[in-house]
């Protein structure tokens, strides 16, 4: 029996249990899909990457633990870490390519880590019931994305102390939501929910700057800006805004190294 290899990595920290943990899985061909969605399942993280190596890039997706998503920025960064540190890749870029979200490159400058995305599109939406609903505070503005709703709130206090309503968050048609606000420290500060994709509240959300850097931009009339989000874990990025593209930049620190067994 030959065994997996697997990779636990706290992403968009500079230190290990904070940020994000992702688990990477190196593939020498696609296992089928009900096995990666096991796998991911049973590590109980918030999303297992895993990646194929074809020819001069290699092929990404990425699945929590009950669904597989478009585009996870945090799994992307500590599947790069991987690829730079353990797995002998030389060069200081690396071409990844999601069927779902086109290609998506990574830059390595010392330690910090830049990824280069797709933005998200976002139209400003009506301040539902079912939006208003979704927490104790009811958000200024509210804006639709790809896959996420992107809610406005009045200050960083409002960001740390909101209680989410899961139940109801669950019930929107949506991958999930980001609530931000402008931040004291930072450009901006945010946090993330996804139950309706298996992650109450996600510590640190790559993907999600991708709408948010954007928004923020606009709003702050620069495009460099620094970023928090205000998980328990806390996180920390460095976006700039590219224009059809947004550069989201973090560190990565190994926790494991291991073998899995599923055969």
């Known amino acids: 029996m030959i065994p997996q290899k697997i ?5 968009f920290t500079n230190k290990v249990f904070s940020g994000n943990p ?3 899985c190196p593939l020498d061909q696609w296992l089928d899909d009900a096995v990666l969605q096991s796998i991911a399942m049973e590590n109980n993280l918030a999303e297992t990457a895993f990646y194929v190596k074809q020819d001069n890039r290699f092929e990404i997706r990425w699945f929590t633990p009950t669904v597989e998503v478009d585009l996870c ?4 960064l500590a599947a790069a870490f991987v690829l730079f540190n353990y797995e002998n890749h030389e060069a200081d870029t690396i071409q990844f390519y999601s069927p779902r979200s086109g290609t998506l490159k990574v830059t390595k400058q010392e330690e910090l880590l830049t990824l280069n995305f797709p933005v998200d599109k976002i139209e400003e939406t009506s301040l539902t019931n079912e939006i208003n609903n979704c927490f104790d505070i009811k958000p200024q503005m509210a804006f639709k994305g790809k ?3 992107l809610l406005v709130f009045k200050n960083e206090e ?8 899961y139940y109801e968050i669950s019930k929107l048609k949506a991958r999930g939501i980001i609530v931000t606000a402008k931040g004291n420290e930072t450009d901006f500060v945010s946090r993330f929910f996804a139950p309706q ?15 948010l850097t954007p928004y923020w931009s606009k709003q702050l009339s620069k495009t460099e800006l620094t970023a928090m989000q205000l998980s328990n874990r806390r996180g920390h990025l460095q ?7 947004v550069e989201i930049s973090g560190q ?7 073998e899995i067994y599923f055969k």
């Open 7 to 11: 990779y636990h990595i706290d992403a």
């Open 22 to 24: 992702a688990a990477v």
């Open 73 to 76: 920025g945090h799994a992307t």
């Open 147 to 149: 896959t996420d709703y």
């Open 158 to 165: 409002q960001i740390k102390t909101l209680k989410p309503m």
């Open 197 to 211: 994709s298996g992650i109450d509240e996600d510590p640190v959300t790559g993907s999600a700057h991708t709408t």
């Open 239 to 245: 976006c700039r805004y590219l224009g059809d593209r």
């Open 252 to 258: 990565c620190k190994l926790y494991l190294i291991g």
